[in-house]
Protein backbone atom coordinates (compact mmCIF):
# COMPACT_ATOMS: atom_id res chain seq x y z
CA UNK A 1 0.00 0.00 0.00
CA UNK A 2 1.23 3.36 -0.71
CA UNK A 3 0.93 4.96 2.91
CA UNK A 4 -0.46 7.84 0.83
CA UNK A 5 -3.36 8.51 3.61
CA UNK A 6 -2.08 8.67 7.89
CA UNK A 7 -4.42 8.46 10.06
CA UNK A 8 -4.08 10.08 13.84
CA UNK A 9 -6.48 9.68 16.39
CA UNK A 10 -6.77 12.56 19.50
CA UNK A 11 -9.00 11.91 21.62
CA UNK A 12 -12.76 11.97 19.58
CA UNK A 13 -11.44 13.61 16.74
CA UNK A 14 -9.55 11.54 13.43
CA UNK A 15 -6.96 13.82 11.68
CA UNK A 16 -6.59 11.86 8.15
CA UNK A 17 -3.85 13.61 5.99
CA UNK A 18 -3.37 13.16 2.43
CA UNK A 19 0.39 12.81 1.97
CA UNK A 20 1.33 13.27 -1.79
CA UNK A 21 2.67 16.89 -1.80
CA UNK A 22 4.84 16.30 -4.57
CA UNK A 23 1.70 15.95 -6.97
CA UNK A 24 0.16 18.34 -4.68
CA UNK A 25 -1.77 15.61 -2.63
CA UNK A 26 -3.22 14.52 -5.91
CA UNK A 27 -4.87 10.95 -5.28
CA UNK A 28 -3.95 7.69 -7.64
CA UNK A 29 -6.57 5.02 -7.61
CA UNK A 30 -4.82 3.66 -4.61
CA UNK A 31 -4.54 6.13 -2.49
CA UNK A 32 -8.31 6.92 -3.26
CA UNK A 33 -9.00 3.11 -1.89
CA UNK A 34 -6.86 4.41 1.04
CA UNK A 35 -8.83 7.17 1.70
CA UNK A 36 -12.23 5.23 1.39
CA UNK A 37 -11.10 2.76 3.73
CA UNK A 38 -9.69 5.12 6.11
CA UNK A 39 -13.31 7.29 5.59
CA UNK A 40 -15.06 3.66 6.22
CA UNK A 41 -13.43 2.92 9.62
CA UNK A 42 -13.69 6.61 11.13
CA UNK A 43 -17.34 6.47 10.39
CA UNK A 44 -17.79 2.38 11.79
CA UNK A 45 -15.71 3.76 15.01
CA UNK A 46 -18.59 4.87 17.45
CA UNK A 47 -15.45 6.49 19.38
CA UNK A 48 -14.47 8.98 17.21
CA UNK A 49 -16.98 12.39 16.80
CA UNK A 50 -15.05 14.40 14.24
CA UNK A 51 -12.81 13.61 11.14
CA UNK A 52 -10.56 16.58 9.79
CA UNK A 53 -9.32 15.82 6.45
CA UNK A 54 -6.20 17.91 5.09
CA UNK A 55 -3.60 17.73 2.46
CA UNK A 56 0.15 17.10 3.33
CA UNK A 57 2.91 20.07 2.54
CA UNK A 58 1.00 23.30 2.47
CA UNK A 59 0.74 24.17 -1.32
CA UNK A 60 -2.51 22.28 -1.97
CA UNK A 61 -5.20 21.02 -0.04
CA UNK A 62 -6.21 18.14 -3.25
CA UNK A 63 -5.63 18.70 -6.94
CA UNK A 64 -8.12 16.10 -7.86
CA UNK A 65 -7.04 12.91 -9.48
CA UNK A 66 -3.09 12.57 -10.32
CA UNK A 67 -3.58 12.71 -13.95
CA UNK A 68 0.23 11.13 -13.96
CA UNK A 69 -1.73 7.53 -13.25
CA UNK A 70 -4.59 5.76 -14.79
CA UNK A 71 -8.10 6.70 -13.64
CA UNK A 72 -10.30 4.04 -12.00
CA UNK A 73 -12.16 2.58 -15.56
CA UNK A 74 -15.25 0.75 -14.12
CA UNK A 75 -17.78 0.61 -10.97
CA UNK A 76 -15.10 -2.23 -9.45
CA UNK A 77 -12.28 0.24 -9.36
CA UNK A 78 -13.82 3.03 -7.97
CA UNK A 79 -14.09 2.87 -4.12
CA UNK A 80 -17.64 2.03 -3.03
CA UNK A 81 -17.95 5.76 -1.95
CA UNK A 82 -16.75 7.76 -5.30
CA UNK A 83 -13.65 9.52 -5.80
CA UNK A 84 -11.55 9.34 -2.67
CA UNK A 85 -14.73 7.80 -0.93
CA UNK A 86 -16.58 10.69 -0.68
CA UNK A 87 -17.79 12.13 -3.89
CA UNK A 88 -20.92 9.20 -4.13
CA UNK A 89 -21.69 8.94 -0.18
CA UNK A 90 -24.87 10.76 -0.77
CA UNK A 91 -27.04 9.48 -3.59
CA UNK A 92 -28.80 13.24 -3.90
CA UNK A 93 -28.79 17.11 -2.33
CA UNK A 94 -31.32 15.88 -0.20
CA UNK A 95 -29.40 12.77 1.21
CA UNK A 96 -26.49 15.51 1.91
CA UNK A 97 -28.97 17.73 3.86
CA UNK A 98 -30.59 14.86 5.49
CA UNK A 99 -27.29 13.71 6.79
CA UNK A 100 -26.42 17.54 7.59
CA UNK A 101 -29.69 18.21 9.25
CA UNK A 102 -29.21 14.72 11.59
CA UNK A 103 -25.63 15.37 11.87
CA UNK A 104 -24.24 12.34 13.89
CA UNK A 105 -20.35 13.14 13.03
CA UNK A 106 -18.34 16.04 11.91
CA UNK A 107 -16.22 16.67 9.21
CA UNK A 108 -13.88 19.40 8.76
CA UNK A 109 -11.72 20.14 5.49
CA UNK A 110 -8.68 22.06 6.11
CA UNK A 111 -5.57 23.05 4.26
CA UNK A 112 -2.18 23.97 6.45
Known amino acids: ?8 RAGRVTILTMD ?3 VRNALDAEAQVELSAAIDAFAADDDQ ?3 ILTGAGGAAFCAGHDLKTPAPQGPGE ?3 GGFGGL ?4 KS ?6 FVVNLAKAWIDANR
Open 1 to 8: MSRAIHVQ
Open 20 to 22: RPQ
Open 78 to 80: MPK
Open 93 to 98: SDDAER
Open 49 to 51: WVA
Open 87 to 90: TDRF
